[in-house]
C-alpha cells in the first residue's frame, strides 16, 4: 500500500505546499462529481468566490457523516447477530467512525471561518443562494453518500479523494488570484478551533492542504479495501 506524506500539524512551507499542489494535476472526476460542479458553476458563477467555497465546505462533510454513522450501522448489525462479530469487522468499522469523526469536524471548522471571513467583507446573498439551495444539495449528497458506502464503501472512499482533489486546488488556485490576501491579516473567533494563520492567503493555503490530507486518507483507505491503486485507476 502506498505511503502518504500528510501536513495536519506540521509545521510547512505554505507557499511551497501551494506550488507543489498548482504543479500538480487534479484528479480526473467521474461524471456525479461533474455533474455536482456544473451546477455549482450555474447556480454560483464561473468565478471563484467564498460563497461557492462555502458550499463546497457544507457537502464535503457528508462523506464523512456517512462514513461514521454507516460504521456504527454496520456494528449495530454485527453484534446484533446469533453468531456474533469478528475482530476484523469491528476494527475496519471503528477505523472508519474514527476517520468520517476527526475529517468531518475538520470542514466544519473550515465552513465556519469560511462564513465569519463571509461576515468581515460584508458578503452577503438572498435567502435562495444562501439557504434553500444549499440545503437541497446537502440533502442530495447525504442521500449519495450513505448509499454508496453502504453499497460498496470503496467507491464512497474513491469519489472522495476525487472531491477532495478538486477542493485542493480550487483553494490553492483562489489564492493565487487573490494576491491582497498576502497582506491581509487573517482574524477570526473559530482560531479557538482551527489553527490561527497569519494571513486569509494563509488561511486558505491551510484549508487547501487539510483537503490534500483528507485525500490522501480516502486513497489509502480505498488501497486498504481492495488492494489497488486509486490513482492507476
Not at 31 to 49: E, N, P, S, V
Not at 86 to 112: C, P, T, Y
Not at 120 to 129: N, P, S
Not at 188 to 209: K, N, V
Request: charged letters at 30%; one cysteine or more.
Amino acid at each position: 500500500m502506498a505511503q502518504y506524506e500528510y501536513t495536519m500539524g506540521k509545521d510547512v512551507d505554505l507557499k511551497a505546499e501551494q506550488a507543489r499542489t498548482l504543479e500538480t494535476p487534479a484528479m480526473s472526476a467521474n461524471l456525479l462529481l461533474r455533474t455536482m460542479y456544473l451546477g455549482m458553476d450555474l447556480i454560483y458563477g464561473f468565478k471563484r468566490t467564498l460563497p461557492k467555497f462555502k458550499v463546497i465546505e457544507l457537502l464535503a462533510r457528508y462523506p464523512y457523516w456517512a462514513w461514521e454513522n454507516g460504521a456504527y450501522n454496520r456494528l449495530t448489525r454485527s453484534y446484533a447477530r446469533t453468531r456474533g462479530a469478528d475482530k476484523k469487522g469491528s476494527d475496519l468499522a471503528v477505523r472508519h467512525i474514527e476517520l468520517g469523526r476527526k475529517s468531518q469536524d475538520n470542514e466544519q471548522w473550515h465552513l465556519m471561518l469560511i462564513e465569519d471571513i463571509m461576515r468581515q467583507k460584508g458578503i452577503r446573498q438572498g435567502w435562495i443562494k444562501a439557504c434553500f439551495l444549499p440545503r437541497v444539495m446537502a440533502f442530495k449528497y447525504l442521500v449519495l453518500t450513505r448509499l454508496m458506502y453502504r453499497l460498496k464503501p470503496e467507491w464512497s472512499f474513491a469519489m472522495n479523494a476525487r472531491f477532495e482533489s478538486h477542493a485542493e486546488h480550487e483553494y490553492m488556485r483562489l489564492v493565487q488570484e487573490h494576491p491582497e490576501w498576502e497582506d491581509e491579516p487573517a482574524e477570526s473567533e473559530y482560531f479557538q478551533y482551527y489553527p490561527r494563520q497569519a494571513t486569509l492567503a494563509d488561511l486558505f493555503r491551510r484549508i487547501g492542504l487539510d483537503e490534500r490530507d483528507h485525500m490522501h486518507e480516502s486513497m489509502e483507505e480505498y488501497e486498504r479495501l481492495t488492494g489497488r491503486s486509486l490513482a492507476s485507476s
